[in-house]
């Protein structure tokens, strides 16, 4: 009997000590997009050396399923640039076992990765690709928004300013002792702002459109400051977003009949001016798809590529008459034959990412231009910016 009671109070101090260990805990935290329905995030918690996301799994209505968790599953934050590997699961299996889930059953698992670095509160799950498991759900979610503030950092007391001592006064019938002066307050830092135009990218007329922007760090900042918006002028298209020195912010820009713009924002010491120049959603229009990564000389598409992709993905459902080409580039240095074949290969993985969330593929077409068509054409050296996605809107 004693022997049990120990244990329970050793089981009782564990779990104790594991719930003193969490520094910041978002209970159903607000999620943009999530691959499957039947999966959600019940909660997230941060400790000092772990992001802990409990998930809730519902089986289909009629005919079950199976789950499994991918061990090179990551968390990705700030469009991609930073990444956090996958840890542990608890009460689902790893790798290439399977659990088979009962029609309407219930399972609750949570997945470890390493600690979100302070500062960071929107990231995805990108846990497997929908079209590499058939009849597996994957568990990505997209704009998972947590609490997770920056750190104050301890700063050192300045040492107090010394007692200014009053000059002699010259003599008069009645001298008198100066007064003392008064210590003025240091000034504050001015509020400074973005601004900018919001345009037609093509007939550089201004665009009516929703500017949303939330601040990510500062320095008085524990960077978990809710979204604001605001709206252009409409006469010329100006915006003015009130902020701090020394501060970053996270600015996306929205239109209807354009393609929208999102852009990380830093302020220094003086005004920060950002014009956006949208697409429109027009016949011929053409745009260079952003963030897609390829690993070096490989056409696989990066999990950092997924956000931009499913902008793209959500502007085809909203406009389902809209067909268009995807025309691949690679850099000018390499053999023609062998670039050709990749930026082909690359358009088509392109293709069939859209194709995988439910955009028919005959609205979609694919061409490879390998190093035919370059931005830059300097001789002897790389350029990074010949190496593109574009697309081409085909039909409105």
């Given at each position: 009997?004693?022997?049990?009671?120990l244990v329970i109070i050793g089981?009782?101090?564990?779990?104790l000590?594991?719930a003193?260990?969490v520094e910041?805990?978002t209970?159903?935290?607000r999620?943009d997009d999530?691959?499957?329905?039947?999966?959600?995030?019940?909660?997230?918690?941060?400790?000092?050396?772990?992001?802990?996301?409990?998930m809730?799994?519902r089986?289909?209505?009629?005919?079950?399923?199976n789950?499994q968790f991918?061990?090179?599953a990551?968390?990705?934050?700030n469009?991609?640039?930073?990444?956090?590997?996958?840890?542990?699961?608890?009460?689902?299996?790893?790798g290439?076992?399977?659990?088979?889930v009962?029609?309407?059953?219930q399972?609750?698992?949570?997945?470890y990765?390493?600690?979100?670095?302070?500062g960071?509160?929107t990231?995805?799950l990108?846990?497997?690709s929908?079209r590499?498991?058939d009849?597996?759900?994957c568990?990505n979610?997209?704009?998972?928004?947590v609490?997770?503030?920056l750190?104050?950092?301890?700063?050192?007391?300045?040492?107090?300013?010394?007692?200014?001592?009053p000059?002699?006064?010259?003599?008069?019938?009645?001298p008198?002792p100066d007064?003392?002066?008064?210590?003025?307050p240091a000034?504050?830092?001015p509020t400074?702002?973005?601004?900018?135009?919001?345009?037609d990218?093509?007939?550089?007329k201004?665009?009516?459109?929703?500017?949303?922007?939330?601040l990510?760090s500062?320095?008085?900042?524990?960077?978990?400051?809710?979204p604001?918006?605001?709206?252009?002028?409409?006469?010329?298209?100006?915006?003015?977003?009130?902020?701090?020195a020394?501060?970053?912010w996270?600015?996306?820009?929205?239109a209807?009949?354009?393609?929208?713009q999102?852009?990380t924002?830093?302020?220094n010491?003086t005004?920060k001016t950002?014009?956006?120049d949208?697409?429109p959603?027009v016949?011929?229009?053409?745009?260079?798809l952003?963030?897609i990564?390829f690993?070096?000389s490989?056409?696989?598409?990066?999990a950092?590529?997924?956000?931009?992709?499913?902008?793209?993905?959500?502007?085809m459902?909203q406009?389902p008459t809209?067909?268009i080409?995807?025309e691949?580039?690679?850099d000018?240095i390499?053999?023609?034959?062998?670039?050709?074949?990749?930026?082909r290969?690359?358009v088509?993985?392109?293709?069939?990412?859209?194709?995988s969330?439910?955009?028919?593929?005959?609205r979609?077409e694919?061409?490879?231009?390998?190093?035919s068509?370059?931005?830059n054409?300097?001789p002897?050296?790389p350029h990074?910016?010949?190496?593109?996605?574009?697309?081409?809107?085909?039909k409105?």
């Amino acid at each position: 009997m004693l022997t049990r009671f120990l244990v329970i109070i050793g089981v009782c101090a564990s779990l104790l000590a594991q719930a003193q260990a969490v520094e910041y805990s978002t209970p159903q935290p607000r999620v943009d997009d999530a691959n499957d329905p039947a999966v959600i995030i019940s909660r997230v918690d941060l400790t000092a050396q772990y992001t802990i996301i409990s998930m809730r799994f519902r089986g289909f209505a009629r005919s079950g399923s199976n789950i499994q968790f991918v061990p090179t599953a990551k968390l990705y934050a700030n469009d991609g640039a930073r990444s956090f590997k996958f840890i542990k699961a608890e009460n689902i299996p790893v790798g290439q076992r399977t659990r088979s889930v009962n029609a309407g059953e219930q399972v609750e698992f949570v997945a470890y990765f390493e600690r979100l670095d302070p500062g960071i509160q929107t990231f995805d799950l990108f846990e497997c690709s929908d079209r590499s498991r058939d009849g597996i759900t994957c568990f990505n979610f997209w704009g998972v928004h947590v609490t997770n503030p920056l750190k104050r950092q301890r700063t050192q007391t300045p040492p107090p300013a010394p007692r200014q001592v009053p000059r002699p006064t010259p003599a008069k019938p009645t001298p008198k002792p100066d007064p003392e002066p008064v210590q003025t307050p240091a000034a504050p830092v001015p509020t400074l702002a973005i601004k900018g135009i919001v345009r037609d990218a093509k007939t550089g007329k201004p665009v009516l459109a929703t500017l949303t922007y939330r601040l990510l760090s500062g320095a008085e900042s524990y960077g978990n400051a809710a979204p604001d918006s605001i709206r252009t002028n409409p006469q010329d298209g100006t915006y003015q977003i009130p902020g701090d020195a020394l501060t970053v912010w996270d600015v996306s820009v929205s239109a209807k009949g354009y393609f929208g713009q999102r852009d990380t924002v830093s302020i220094n010491l003086t005004e920060k001016t950002v014009n956006f120049d949208l697409v429109p959603i027009v016949a011929g229009a053409k745009i260079t798809l952003k963030n897609i990564y390829f690993a070096q000389s490989k056409y696989e598409l990066q999990a950092e590529s997924f956000p931009e992709l499913d902008r793209l993905v959500t502007v085809m459902r909203q406009n389902p008459t809209m067909t268009i080409k995807l025309e691949g580039h690679t850099d000018i240095i390499g053999d023609f034959d062998k670039n050709l074949e990749l930026s082909r290969n690359r358009v088509q993985s392109v293709r069939q990412y859209l194709t995988s969330k439910g955009i028919e593929a005959t609205r979609v077409e694919a061409v490879g231009y390998g190093h035919s068509r370059p931005i830059n054409s300097t001789p002897g050296k790389p350029h990074p910016e010949n190496r593109r996605v574009e697309m081409v809107i085909t039909k409105v």
